[in-house]
């Protein structure tokens, strides 16, 4: 089995060398970050996150997102879903692989990161946050490769893999869950101190991660010869329909009660990210583009026809997963530090060494996601055969 990734045409190993590098670029930029210090980035005292931590928030919600094929596939016997959930468990894989790389490249110094593993603190939500994250991975690996080598050999899985199946139902809201814990839990950041963030995480989650798995659906079905069915992706985009419509309620409910509450400091933060604050308005032109494209999208899911049609549905999915990288992304994270307890706006713009090791980071992910498909695309074709 492990062979087939050894095994391809040119488009595959184009695939890989592009890849490769942007990696290459990235590891370099991260070399000069190590040599130098954070000092490199855009982030400073007021504004101590940034592009690496929004980039961690966003794929977290993809990585969570694999429940929506496993809970009706595993649960509900829904057998339309039989060769989309292994998409979804390796798309889990390496959204996760990319989040521990953001917060990686987020500590500074490497050795930063065992500080959390060798003084754990149970009141402490980051060292929950490794621990839900190091184990959804954990599972999607045992549970994607367990579940693939019994096709392979054409046999049932075995029984031991369903309680850890039906343990990551739960463990894929936790890791959500308890990311949207990182920000809700800070007193002094009023923009995130809100009960509903969760509720929001996990409704952009459940429109991103899907979108994103209709496009790899779709891409594998032009490029090669799977195809997960019209029905599975049919229902993706009803899921996809459903969480952003949910998730904009959230939205719109967030922004009643802070202009209606009118606390000032609440005020101050929408007021930034909408149409500036004292001037500066470094994120009113992506807000606004992310919350028309969230309106148009949503208008466009409710139509049918829309839905059926593979290119328009693709624009959709591709207009969706913006829409939420916007909204929770550089836009959730940054605007939280503005203004700061005593006032000040200060803006945040991420330099180019931070985008060039952002995008080797996603390159990561890209590799690892390519060679896991082309595992399931080798023992798929070798049972098609047979």
């Known amino acids: 089995m492990v062979e087939d990734v050894f095994r391809g045409g040119r488009r595959y190993w184009a695939t890989l060398g592009l890849l490769a590098l942007v990696i290459l670029a990235g590891l370099l930029a991260y070399g000069r970050q190590l040599a130098l210090g954070l000092q490199i980035t855009g ?21 969570a997102s694999a429940v929506m094929v496993v809970l009706p596939y595993y649960l509900h016997h829904y057998k339309a879903f039989a060769k989309t959930v292994i998409l979804g468990e390796f ?18 110094q490497p050795g930063r990161v065992l500080n959390i593993l060798l003084y754990p603190r149970l009141n402490s939500i980051m060292f929950w946050d490794l621990l839900v994250l190091t184990g959804y991975l954990g599972l999607n690996l045992v549970i994607g490769a367990v ?24 463990w894929a809201v936790s890791i959500h869950t308890v990311t949207a814990f990182l920000y809700a839990g800070l007193k002094a950041r009023p923009f995130w101190m809100t009960a509903i963030l969760a509720p929001r995480f996990l409704a952009s989650a459940f429109a991103s991660g899907p979108s994103l798995l209709i496009l790899l659906a779709l891409l594998l079905r032009r490029t090669t010869k799977f195809d997960v069915g019209r ?59 992310g919350e028309w494209l969230t309106v148009v999208t949503v ?40 203004p700061t307890p005593l ?15 952002a995008l080797g980071i996603y390159a990561v992910g890209g590799f690892t996601l390519t060679v896991l ?7 798929r074709a070798r049972a098609a055969v047979a």
């Open 43 to 63: 982030m400073g005292r007021d504004v101590s996150w940034g592009l690496y931590i929004s980039q961690f928030t966003f794929l977290v919600g993809v990585a």
């Open 91 to 108: 798309l889990a894989v390496s959204a996760v692989l990319m989040c521990m790389l953001f917060v990686f490249v987020d500590m500074g």
């Open 147 to 170: 579940t693939i080598e019994a096709e392979r050999m054409d046999v049932a899985p075995p029984r031991w893999i369903r309680p850890l199946i039906y343990l990551s139902i739960p």
């Open 231 to 289: 029905e599975a992706i049919s229902k993706l985009a009803t899921i996809v329909t459903y969480a952003m419509i949910v998730n904009l309620f959230f939205v719109l409910v967030e922004l009643f009660t802070t202009l209606y509450g009118g606390i000032p400091h609440d005020v101050a933060s929408f007021a930034y990210l909408f149409t500036g604050l004292g001037g500066r308005a470094a994120l009113a032109p992506w807000m606004w583009v």
């Open 299 to 338: 208008a466009l899911l409710l139509v049918p026809r829309v839905r059926a049609r593979d290119g328009a549905l693709a624009l959709v999915c591709a207009g969706v997963i913006a829409a939420i990288w916007i909204e929770k992304g550089l836009a959730m994270v940054v605007t939280g530090f503005i």
């Open 343 to 357: 006032g000040h706006v200060t803006q945040y713009v991420p330099t180019l060494p931070e985008v060039a090791i």
């Open 373 to 379: 498909y082309k595992l399931v695309l080798g023992v």
